[in-house]
């Protein structure tokens, strides 16, 4: 059986031999080789070819974001899985090495981790490293068949060139980030409605990243705060480690924050996003399904369309990982399929009611924070 070759870099011999203690008692991974710096990396991924580099954004000499970087020009053919800090800085350089390329991150164990466990430093990097690993194991290529059929008669009809949104949801995790700035950077702003995304991203994380949407778009993007009111024209970002949920009315709908059990094992998750909007808005709503690991937001665009609203998800060739997106395409509980390309489309015909003369600075300016 093949075997999902894995190098580490990293700077610290203490979390190189924490990581590789790790991932070497799964029978799925071969680790074939370590580095203490960008530039040993290099040499290596050119040498031994991993098919995934786990990655420390803080070295000497070669940092993680001058690596990839160089990673991607000499066009190194490996999916990259980011080291990240739990602190401001720790989530701007990560969410730029997503911009960059990484595939996903997961954050160092140390003062975010439960004073009351009893893992050892090695159970938690696996318990980390293991959801994020997980669709680039060469056994997790599922085959998946459209259930297209339950798409007729089974939600109301919608008749896609009149529909018109009264609010946008958006659910995405795994290769999320870079997804929704390449949307929001193409989005005409001002936009007709309120945006909300639930994007599965820890504490920290989601401020800097809706900084960034902010600074991209040109629109008002903001962490949402609970009983906030939601506005037109602007985007509210899931705070990590809450649930949002929205409650009210379609004049006057309010932001609900909740730290109840994590749903599809995560917090944010998408379903409660979805089926509170859905229930308010009813045919007014529009979601869409990003790039993702897992089933989040199946059973909540399937509120979407029973409720009368409309279901896009992104195309499989697109996404880093197919799951969520193809969870609903399974279920056929989607309206239409489409790349980020297409997706501005729709969201530019749908909601957009203006055209930015000026891109944002942090799109020209080489995606610095």
Known sequence: MDKL????????VVYRTQIRSALEGLTSVDVVGTASNGHIALERIAQLKPDLVILDLE????????????IRRRDLKCKIIVFSSVSKRGSEI???????????FITKPGASSDPASTESPTEKIRGLLMPKILPFLP?????????ND??????????????????VVIGSSTGGPTVLERIFAEVNGPVSCPIVIAQHMP?????????????????????????????????YVAPGDYHLRLAGTAQRAEIRLDQGPKLNSVRPAVDPLFSSAAEIYKSGCLAFVLTGMGADGKIGAGSVKQSGGAVVIQSEESCVVFGMPGAVYAAGSYDQIANPEGIIKM????????MRVQKSSLMSGGNRV
């Open 203 to 235: 504490p920290i994380f989601t401020t800097t990243f809706a900084e960034r949407l902010g600074r991209i778009s040109g629109l008002t993007a903001m962490e949402a705060r609970h009983g906030d009111v939601l506005q037109d024209n602007c985007i």
């Open 59 to 70: 070295m000497p000499e070669l940092d993680g974001i001058a690596t990839i970087r160089e």
């Open 347 to 354: 969201m530019n015909e749908k909601i957009g009611l203006g």
């Open 94 to 104: 990560t969410l730029e090495a997503l911009t960059l390329g990484a595939s996903d």
């Open 5 to 12: 070759k894995v190098l580490i870099a990293d700077d610290s």
């Open 150 to 167: 339950k798409r007729e008669g089974v939600y109301p009809k919608l008749i896609w060139d009149i529909f018109k949104p009264s609010i």
């Open 139 to 147: 056994d997790q290529k599922a085959v998946l068949t459209p259930v």
